[in-house]
């Protein structure tokens, strides 16, 4: 049709004249205050950024967390839309029950597996009736750094599976069952029939799962926050203590930039590897 | 079905637009806002006892940054809906170099027989020749003990006047004789332990906060409250807020603002002792905390802001608010022989706290502007770096001692008590 | 050759799994209403216990009963309602844009979207708050929403486009021989596919406008949203208050994903069912 050349670029107009609207202005006033390192130069917030105690820390503690949860809660939401594929009573009910962290805000998700993973909490209650400690035990404290990142990452992939889970959930119901059903009476295995059917089909949600909770894994802060306290500094709650505490503008913004520099360089890496090109769906 | 959802949809934008246009505050309108008093029930309590008799106000709470922000951004943009601030000395502090605050020495000539220490007074100031806010209500911060630990007091030790020496020892017995270490400071993100640093253990040890930063007696005191800190439980890089592991029954003996212990001690006032901090080799020091009322520049009803702050600092309201919310007044006022246990108890903390024998005061930094968080930050990450990393105390100091002075310097900040008075910039010596 | 496998062993592993991944995310819940409902003591019990001594409601009834909470109620359901439309409307022809063409621009498009997720929100308090006081919308739910709707357009964008990318382009071709406008066909045909997908995003805009705070109370004076409401005053509040806000702010979420839950499965018979 001709109206082909210009009607993508009419599509997006109206999305991206709001966001250029709303958010452009501030994002790029922002920026820029973290350039302006006054009588210390260009990068003086940078260099402040880069030497500040916590920022090696903060920077090894996010991309440890998301290079651990990310892929975890990829493959438990897929294994769940897979499970929710077969169920035929119910599944309404499942899927719903499975959605729920979604509604949970940040305080209350850090709360509650505070309240189960502190010393006096539910998880040690358990173990004590179990006869496997024998009061009180420390799991997240400076003394159990382990423990600590593994209880940061069972709640942040509590709390967040459900974004991944519902995208692929709803990629899942346009495969249509006949091609699985085909690959069954040629003789796949389940397993073959997963990686050669499934997964292709399911492709272009995976993309945008993966994309968008790469992007909110960089932003983790509440549940390392809730659970850890100062003793597990990531990227966003530096940024926000130099905001909030430091009370220091420019070097938050510093911190806000090199995030956002990498949440966007992870997504062009996603989008080159999981290149969908819409005119191969011939 | 999809009818159905097209009808429901534009119901709502129907309604929503209707709803959403609700209009900014109206001209007359007297909107205070407050960074203190911010829980549920202390803010019903504002609402319904002590604004009492005032004229008809609104009371909002934020947090502190978002205070920040929004009173930046109604400067900035010339838009005022804010009329009265209430605040701590140090949030307001920044607001000065932003020009949102109106300098009300007409008010504070109104007040003149109120009976506030002309001390305090002079903080209102915030390092200005204006009167920048008025002492609202004050408070401080004390040591909190579990009456369970006094067994385990080391002989010889008064728990009402305490070295930190015996402080030690007192925890290395509970570790001793119970397995678990029962000393908390409120070392969290949101903690004051920054407070701690610098209006106890500096002043106690070096009867300065920021000439003798790194002194010898400042290495001696760092290794002193090493010694402490071996005996601290070591959640207490979580603790925001002492009062929850005071009742978990965490933690013993506990350092923090009296706001953030007040829980605890109404929960069970027959539990607990509130006494005097430590003292070092130099004295006993203890940081007053006060919280102001301002009035913002440009304000909407600046004439009710001020019979508001006329009925706040009132004998009878500072009275009321002790009981309700126990922060204490700062009017000459008798507080009633009828306290609520915890709030009696807070009471007689902090007055053992200010009467002691070897008391010393360390008042809060005046003149830092928007570097007030910086200025703590110096002391939490030598905090982090001695304590909690183990780096060298002798190295870690001079080069925190570096960074200070090229605070105090960018800020030309003249020294403050318990430092001498100093010609300029406070020095680091 | 179909190989058959004893089908018990297998659903019996299979229905443990998912009562298994049940209590994993309800448990938590459960935990978080015994911290709302079981009182102060509750709170700091060794060893805890999975039914509280003594159920209190005073908590909840203290905050149904605070000033403004109501209104704040009310502020939150017009947002978050905006939101939704909003996020919708923007978001889908974009989606539809993505997935349907291949034009210069698209991969700038894509990333232009995320940036708003990218750059954490809460440095931008300071511009976002004179933007909005010099554009008249301070301490009004339209204007929280406007920025709620920037923070869920991303979902809103992708979702819907790996949706439309999803229904062979095939169905609208097959539309447009038989004398449908593309409007039409996308109405008629598209639309219905990919309702899981809409469904999926205003589920998002929803729960991520109720859930957010940090613009909700900057942004606002008079007029906050139950969210920024509570959360201002819980964070210095005794943990079972902040248990009973906690618990009262997840309800309405989850009603609201109960009501549409249905949608998330497509209804054309092509796919599973």
């Known amino acids: 049709m001709s109206q082909t050349r210009w009607l993508p670029y009419l599509l997006i107009a109206p999305a991206t004249l709001f966001l250029g609207a709303i958010f452009v202005v501030p994002l790029v006033q922002t920026i820029l ?81 505070f309240a189960i993973l502190q010393n006096t909490g539910y998880f040690n209650t358990l173990l004590f009736h179990l006869g496997l400690i024998s009061g009180p035990t420390a799991w997240l404290n400076s003394e159990t750094p382990y423990t600590l990142f593994i209880a940061v990452v069972v709640a942040e992939i509590w709390r967040s599976t459900a974004v991944v889970l519902v995208v692929i959930v709803a990629g899942l119901q346009l495969i249509p069952k006949e091609f699985g059903e085909a690959a069954e009476i040629f003789g796949a295995s389940p397993l073959k029939k997963f990686v050669r059917v499934t997964l292709p089909m399911l492709k272009p949600s995976l993309q945008s799962a993966l994309i968008l909770r790469t992007v909110l894994a960089f932003e983790v802060f509440a549940s390392a926050y809730a659970i850890g306290g100062r003793n597990i500094p990531v990227l966003v709650g530096e940024a926000y203590v130099w905001q909030r505490e430091n009370q220091n503008y420019s070097v938050a913004a510093a911190y806000a930039v090199l995030i956002m520099i990498i949440s966007l360089s992870a997504t062009w890496v996603y989008l080159r590897l999981l290149r969908e090109n819409p005119e191969a769906q011939a | 079905m999809r009818q159905m959802l097209k009808l429901k949809a534009s119901s709502a934008l129907v309604a929503a637009a209707m709803l959403a246009f609700v209009p900014v505050a109206k001209a007359q309108e007297l909107i205070f806002l407050s960074t203190q008093l911010r829980p549920i029930d202390e803010a019903q309590k504002v609402r ?70 002309a001390g305090l ?76 640093l610098q209006g106890n253990l500096y002043p106690s040890y070096t009867a300065s906060m920021v000439t003798e930063y790194r002194s010898k007696e400042a290495e001696a005191m760092w290794g002193d409250f090493k010694a402490v800190w071996a005996q601290a439980n070591p959640n207490s890089t979580s603790y925001d807020f002492m009062q929850e592991p005071l009742m978990a029954g965490d933690v013993w003996i506990a350092w923090d603002h009296i706001a953030r212990v ?121 905090f982090q770096r001695i304590v909690l990393r183990q780096e060298p105390i002798r190295a870690t100091l001079d080069a925190q001692a570096d960074v200070m002075r090229g605070l105090m310097d960018a800020t030309k900040a003249p020294c403050w008590a318990p430092d001498k008075p100093s010609e300029g910039a406070c020095p680091v010596k | 050759m179909i190989k058959l496998k004893t089908p018990q062993a297998g659903t019996a592993l299979y229905g443990a799994t998912i009562t298994l991944l049940c209590a994993w995310v309800l448990v938590p819940i459960f935990l978080v209403a015994l911290g709302a409902f079981g009182g102060r003591p509750a709170v700091y019990q060794w060893p805890k216990s999975l039914w509280p001594a003594s159920l209190s409601f005073n908590q909840l009834a203290i905050f149904l009963q605070i000033d403004g909470v109501w209104n704040a109620a009310l502020s939150s359901i017009i947002a978050a309602s905006l939101t939704m439309l909003f996020s919708l409307a923007l978001g889908a022809p974009a989606g539809y844009a993505l997935a349907r063409f291949s034009f210069r621009g698209a991969f700038v498009f894509r990333l232009m979207i995320l940036l708003t997720r990218a750059f954490p929100l809460a440095i931008l308090a300071l511009p976002l708050t004179v933007l909005f006081i010099r554009a008249g919308l301070y301490d009004t739910a339209l204007g929280v929403s406007l920025v709620h709707t920037a923070l869920a357009l991303p979902f809103a964008v992708m979702v819907t486009a790996s949706l439309f990318a999803g229904i062979p382009r095939e169905l609208e071709e097959a539309a447009w021989v038989f004398g449908c406008t593309r409007w039409q066909a996308v109405r008629k045909i598209v639309l219905p596919l990919a309702l899981p997908g809409m469904v999926a995003s205003a589920i998002f805009a929803f729960v991520i406008s109720w859930n957010e705070v940090f613009a909700a109370s900057v942004l606002t004076v008079q007029h906050r949203t139950l969210t920024a409401y509570l959360l201002t005053v819980l964070s210095e509040s005794p943990l079972h208050y902040r248990f009973a806000g906690g618990f009262i702010l997840i309800v309405p979420s989850i009603v609201f994903i109960f009501a549409v839950r249905r949608y998330l499965f497509a209804l054309w018979g092509v796919t599973n069912r």
Do not use: C
């Open chain 2, 262 to 382: 007040k829980d605890a001690l109404q929960q069970a006032p027959d539990d607990y002792l509130v006494v005097a901090p430590p003292a070092g080799p130099k004295g006993r020091a203890y940081m007053p905390v006060v919280a102001g009322l301002a009035i913002a520049k440009g304000a909407p009803d600046r004439k009710g802001a001020a019979e508001l702050i006329a009925h706040l600092t009132k004998p009878e309201t500072q009275v009321v608010t002790a009981s309700e919310v126990g922060f204490f007044p700062v009017v000459s006022a008798t507080l009633p022989a009828d306290l609520s246990p915890g709030v009696k108890l807070l009471a007689q903390g902090v007055a053992e706290t200010q009467s002691a024998k070897d008391a010393v005061v360390a008042l809060l930094p005046v003149g830092l502007g928007d570097k007030g968080g910086e200025f703590n930050k110096v002391y939490m990450d030598t």
């Open chain 2, 121 to 196: 007074m002079e903080l209102g100031k915030l390092g200005t020749v204006k009167q920048m806010y008025i002492p609202w209500m004050q408070a401080t911060y004390v040591m909190v003990v579990n009456k369970k630990a006094l067994p385990y007091l080391p002989a010889g030790a008064d728990v009402h006047s305490l070295t930190y020496q015996q402080l030690a020892e007192w925890g290395k017995n509970i570790q001793d004789k119970t397995g678990q270490r029962r000393i908390g400071f409120p070392a969290g993100p949101k903690g004051l332990l920054a407070r701690f």
């Open chain 1, 33 to 113: 205050l973290s350039f302006n390192g006054g009588a210390g130069g260009v990068f003086a917030n940078y260099q402040r950024m880069m030497g500040d105690l916590n920022f090696g820390v903060s920077l090894r503690n996010t991309f440890l967390l998301v290079v651990t949860v990310v892929p975890l809660q990829m493959a438990l939401a897929i294994g769940m839309g897979l499970m929710l594929q077969k169920l035929t009573h119910g599944r309404e009910l499942v899927l719903w029950i499975w959605t729920i962290p979604l509604g949970v805000s940040d305080l209350a998700a850090g709360l509650v597996w």
């Open chain 2, 48 to 117: 319904d006892v002590i604004l009492k008799g005032a004229p008809k106000t609104t009371y909002v709470v934020d947090e502190p940054s978002p205070f920040t922000v929004r009173m930046k951004a109604e400067v900035d943009t010339n838009t005022h809906t804010i009329s009265l601030l209430g605040a701590l000395h140090g949030e307001l502090q920044p607001l000065v170099p932003m020009g949102a605050l109106d300098p009300i020495d007409d008010v504070a000539a109104s007040l003149k027989d109120r009976g506030i220490p």
